[in-house]
Structure formats: structure tokens, C-alpha cells
């Protein structure tokens, strides 16, 4: 009987655990349809952006492109990686994949002459890993994984574009795990600083040979949206981060409740085969011998 009461018990935590992995299921469930669907609005705004951007930039010419923001350093001496994780664990492979990014990004960094680099954790657990790798790091972002918002994206572009356009730091780069699919997410290196084209000219098409008058003037028009251009992919990319996880941790969540209704299936039919063969043998030893 002793047996039967530890196999009870056993079955009674495997529920205990299955409700809360289906709870915590549903609930990352919902924050990804949440999210997702912000992402995906704004995507399309920063697409658009972009192309925007990038078409006037091709129309105004090598002489009015030659911005700050747009210009690279001649020499690539200090670097910032604003490297995005997650706040909590129970998310599959999703921090630990974006750990791995960001120490092959600073290898990259370091083959290419970087002297100094930092990094700009955003989310406890990339603080966490950053803190134990021994890495320079500034914290002031860090919050930003779980409480995401226009205003903090907007808050440490700025800063990135001040200090680039100060020259206190030759390039900034961005380490997240971008959603592909709900299965697959993605570990991505992305250079921000100095600002690139990021539509080709297949995407933009053919500019005709037209004489277009620009008011106020392309430059002025750049000096304006290239900012606007770097705080909404900024924020596009923490959207995306957090598509990411939600994604990964429905997932994980999906897998592991899968698998305790499994060993729970295997616990209950175990216990009621060891409870017939007790009372078989209860009422071998009650029956009358020959």
C-alpha cells in the first residue's frame, strides 16, 4: 500500500504541474497575439519609413547624404551592443541563443580592430549573462524587455545617435532574436550606426529622370527622418524581441505540458495496474486452499 500512496502522490504533483504549465501556456498565448499584432503594424510603418527615407536619400545625392548619422568613422575604435533577452526564464533555448549571438558579435567587433566595446543589456537575464562574462555594460535599459514602450526606444536611440554623432562611439549594434515563425526565432546581429540603405534599389524601384523640388530641402528632409527612421526601428526591433519570446515560451510551455499529460497517462495506468494486482493478491490469500 505504501507504493499505491507514493504513486498517488506522484500523479497529484504531475497535475499540480500540468495546470500550471497550461496556465502559463495560455497566458504567453495571449500576450503573443497581443504583441504580435502591434509588431506587425508597425513593421509595416518602419517599412515604409525606410523606403521613404532611402529613396531621398538615392534622389539627394552623395553630397547631401553626407550626414553625421550616415557617415562611418574612419576608424572603428569603441563600439555599443544593445543586446535584448528576456526578463524571465521558461522560453526553450531563447536566452541562452541570444547569449551566444552577442559573444560571437563581439568577437566580430574585436577582429575588426575594436578597442573598447560595451554592452547595453536589455532584459535580467542578458544583464545576468553580461554581469557574470565580465563584460563593460551599462544597466539603463535593462527594463526595457518586459516593459517595452515608444518612449524608452526613443530614449535610447537618441542616446545612441548623440554619442555617434559626438564620435564617442564609431558603431552601434543591435543582438535580438527575431520571430520567424512560432516555432523558429532567430538570433540577429544587426549594425545600426552608422545608418545604411536598407532597401535595395530592386525594392525601391526605378527613380525617373525627373527634376523633383523638395520643400524644405532633401537635407533638411534627411535631418529629420533619419532620426525618426532610427527610433522606430528601434522600437519595431523590441516588439519583435518580445514576439520572440512569448512565441518560444507558448512553445516550451505547449512541449512541457505535453509531456507531463504523457508521464501522467503512464503514472495513472501504472497505479491501477498495481492496485488490481493488490487485490488479486488480497483475495489469493482470503480464498480457501484445496
Known sequence: MAALKEIKARIASVGGTLKITSAMKMVASAKL????????????????????????RRFAGEREIAMPLTRPHARLRRAVVVA???????????????????ERTIVELRSEGCEEIEVWPVGEKMAAFVRKAGYAADDTFRSLAGHHS???????????????????????????????????QVPVSEAVLPMEARQS???????????????????????????????????EILLDSATAEHAARTV????????????????????NKQRQQAITNELADIAPSD
Open 252 to 271: 516550451a510551455m505547449q512541449t512541457a505540458s505535453d509531456n507531463a499529460q504523457d508521464l501522467l497517462d503512464e503514472l495513472k495506468l501504472f497505479f
Open 150 to 184: 515608444y518612449a524608452g526606444a526613443v530614449e535610447m536611440a537618441d542616446r545612441l545617435m548623440k554619442e555617434y554623432d559626438e564620435e564617442r562611439i564609431d558603431r552601434a549594434v543591435l543582438v535580438y532574436n527575431h520571430y520567424a515563425s512560432m516555432s523558429r
Open 33 to 56: 497575439h497581443h504583441v504580435q499584432a502591434e509588431a506587425e503594424a508597425l513593421a509595416a510603418y518602419e517599412h515604409q519609413l525606410s523606403a521613404i527615407t532611402d529613396a531621398l
Open 84 to 102: 535584448i533577452a528576456s526578463d524571465g526564464s521558461l522560453c526553450g533555448a531563447f536566452n541562452a541563443e541570444a547569449a551566444r549571438r552577442l
Open 201 to 235: 534599389k530592386s525594392e525601391l524601384g526605378a527613380i525617373p529622370d525627373a527634376d523633383y523640388i523638395c520643400e524644405p530641402s532633401p537635407a533638411e528632409l534627411l535631418a529629420e527622418l533619419l532620426p525618426l527612421t532610427m527610433r522606430t526601428r528601434m522600437y
